[in-house]
């Protein structure tokens, strides 16, 4: 019985690379920290730990709320202020917290007016936190315009949800 290089090295190379194949570490779902996720749904605790990066859009960065604007409007009305303030609450009780505010408009519109407008929409909260106490070094702004829309229909029920101040968490 002869044996060739050529018939040991192709069993061999699959051999390793089943190996390595269950080497990889993708996390599952029964695998995510539970603690830790619920510690970030606990807004006044000590020891925060909300990742960077964590939005209020997904409903991962603690108590944080998006907030939404009448349409062609960065007013904030009693409800965005309700909000709002439901987040200076939440900001004061986290004062390692930093966060960048995004500003969002819905599909119409030109894309230079819509970034103008997200930008206002932005400013609007960032000046209402610093009103309410909240430190300016803590508060960036940004505006995406009608660029990263959370919902993608062509009516006002979409339309409705895009415009809108999300936060994301820049430090913690």
């Known amino acids: 019985m002869t ?3 050529k ?3 192709l069993p061999a190379l699959l051999t390793l690379a089943l190996a390595l194949g ?3 570490s993708k996390t599952t779902e029964e695998e995510v920290d539970t603690d830790a996720l619920s510690q970030i749904d606990r807004p006044d605790s000590d020891g925060l730990d909300i990742p960077v ?3 209020s859009d997904s409903g ?13 409007s960065s007013t904030l009305t009693e409800e965005t202020r309700r909000s709002l303030q439901r987040n200076v609450e939440f900001l004061r009780n986290n004062p390692n917290i930093e966060v960048q505010v995004e500003g969002h408009c819905d599909e119409r519109g030109g894309v230079q007016y819509n970034l103008a407008l997200g930008e206002r929409r932005a400013k609007a909260v960032r000046d209402y936190l610093v009103a309410m106490g909240i430190s300016s ?6 505006s995406f315009g009608k660029e990263r829309p959370i ?3 062509h009516d006002e029920t979409a339309w409705r949800q895009n415009r809108r101040a999300n936060f994301v968490v820049t430090a913690n």
């Open 151 to 153: 919902a993608f229909g």
């Open 7 to 9: 018939n040991l090295l």
């Open 3 to 5: 044996f060739s290089l």
């Open 137 to 142: 070094n803590r508060i960036s702004t940004i």
């Open 60 to 72: 991962r960065a603690g108590a944080l709320e998006t907030v939404h604007f009448p349409f062609d």
């Open 22 to 24: 269950g080497c990889s």
């Open 53 to 55: 990066n964590a939005d």
